[in-house]
């Protein structure tokens, strides 16, 4: 079989029914989340004096509820970040040089270093490639930078309050409140995305309740903290638990050593790399069920481990631009003085931002849109 697809459509839903998620661009981890403040509802409070009633109902003391809402309120703008969740496509190429772009290659070869001892161990008890869990975490919250400092009660009563998805998120903030009377996490503690998902790789509070662990011994499964080692173990133990088999590679692009282990050849993007996936490929899609993410979190793990970069080649972009242009591009717009971010190949906001920036200070038809004669006048 050989699916063909030109992009992928990513959204925040399709995360959200996955195991784990966080609000990312597929997966892949962007921008920390803004600082929220609840603001006055009288609609919020009487849902939430229902659903205290409701949780009453199925476990949830007093002393946990009292601690849970104690300072919980309503965030009218996790109402707005769900509202604007439209779909959007990105190429497959565009993807994969973000998920493993040379920054987080390399932050990701300093993180597996770091905990190189405490990653041999969880490989060692469950049988999980040390690597593929470093990737997830890479993916997810860039090795733990941005965890999301949202607190989880207040944006999961607001989404359940909303409705919108009211039973979904009424389960996440159920849950949610089982985790702080088990112990694990101080309700004032127990922060996250937008969305409600958690800690270093960004588990929703029923895929932490199913699978977290406590591997370090300390009597609380922490996946908040700085140390990632709990984290760690609870993203392999899903794994492992999802039908991981050791010793096997996820598979490859087709002719690296990796695709001996696939059986099912892929190309994602009509006219670029094939890939052969095996079993261990459909395990991560487990964890976040889209193409594009489990080749993301393959391909950054193979990258920290150290190989190189794909070789088969994607065909031009809309604008007639292969990857090494889109790069000469950007680095032409620093050259002249303006910021386009990390020059990566990818047209995002701050290029689009630039190339506008660079029309407008030269006379030319202002449309932040590139092309190949702005590309000869940067050259």
Known sequence: MRATRRAFSFGVMAALLSACSSDLVGGVSSVSDPVMRPVPNRGWDAWVAGFKDRARAKGISDATLSAAFAHAGYLPEVIALDRSQTEFTRTLEDYLAIAASDERVAKGRA??????????????TYGVDANVVVAIWG?????????????????????AYDGRRGSFFESQLLAALRIIQNGDIAADRMTGSWAGAMGHTQFIPTSYIAYAVDFNGDGRRDIWSDDPTDALASTAAYLSRSGWRKGEAWGGEEGSPGAAYGTTHIQPHAGGPVFVVGPNFNVIKRYNNATSYALGVGYLADRIAGAGPIKGSFPPDSYGFTADQRKALQAGLRSAGYDVGTIDGVFGDKTRAAIA??????????????????LRRLG
Do not use: C, K, W
């Open 111 to 124: 993180a597996y270093a770091r905990y190189r001892d405490v990653l041999a161990q969880i490989e060692a």
């Open 139 to 159: 993916l997810e919250t860039m090795y733990g930078e941005r965890r999301g400092n949202i607190p989880v009660v207040s944006a999961l009563s607001t989404l």
């Open 357 to 374: 920036a660079y029309q407008r200070a030269n006379g030319l038809a202002v449309t932040g849109e590139p092309s190949m004669e702005l």
